[in-house]
Nanobody, 113 residues
């Protein structure tokens, strides 16, 4: 059974940073492409970052240069480092398999002064 469990969300001021973690069970992050999606109220989910099985990252234009996706193969965990956060980054962030077959429960990120 595949489980993705996110943590690390919260309330943060604009310009600050947060790091999200996704502990994965039942799926190896070293051999499967993984990603992070976010969904703001009333909007469609947006895939903001992916990392291939070979470790190559890719980003949506909206977060490029501010967000970094990484993984720890030994811990079977995927991370999203988010810097220079903006109010428009406010959303529910989901850890996903890159083919979107598997989703975590989501962690809320709110950027507000």
């Amino acid at each position: 059974q595949v489980q993705l469990v996110e943590s690390g969300g919260g309330l943060v001021q604009p310009g600050r940073s947060l790091r999200l973690s996704c502990a994965v069970a039942g799926l190896s992050v070293s051999t499967n492409a993984m990603g992070w999606c976010r969904q703001a109220p009333g909007l469609q989910p947006e895939l903001v970052a992916t990392i291939t099985s070979g470790g190559r990252p890719d980003y949506a234009d909206s977060v490029k240069g501010r967000f970094t996706i990484s993984r720890d193969n030994a811990k079977n965990t995927v991370y999203l480092q988010m810097n220079l956060l903006k109010p428009e980054d406010t959303a529910l962030y989901y850890c996903v398999s890159a083919d979107r077959a598997y989703w975590g429960q989501g962690t809320q990120v709110t950027v507000s002064s």
